[in-house]
């Protein structure tokens, strides 16, 4: 997974939520692959992705997090990769 989609999951996670965001054309591409993942799930009642782009489609949100959520296996991953990156750089570090 990139950088650019795992910080999705990063903001997902973020305890004052995800924060403002334009639906554009990447967005939904990007959520998509997170719910095939089975890392993020749509809240309130939303359908899945094809009902959260009839609704929000080229508008402003003030918190995704409203209408999208992280799953517990997406905070697994979330913890997993973090540790690993952590890790990774330690012993950069320490070979350095």
Known sequence: MGDKVFKHLQKF?????????????AL????????????VRFKQDLKGL?????RFDKQR?????????????GRMFLELRTNAKKEKEARGHAAG
């Open 61 to 73: 949100l003030d918190n995704l997090s409203n209408w999208v959520e992280l799953t517990d296996a």
């Open 13 to 25: 996670n973020d305890p004052n939520g995800y924060g403002k965001v334009y639906v554009g054309s």
């Open 28 to 39: 939904p591409r990007e959520l998509e692959y997170l719910e095939n993942l089975g890392y």
């Open 50 to 54: 094809d009902d959260f782009i009839s």
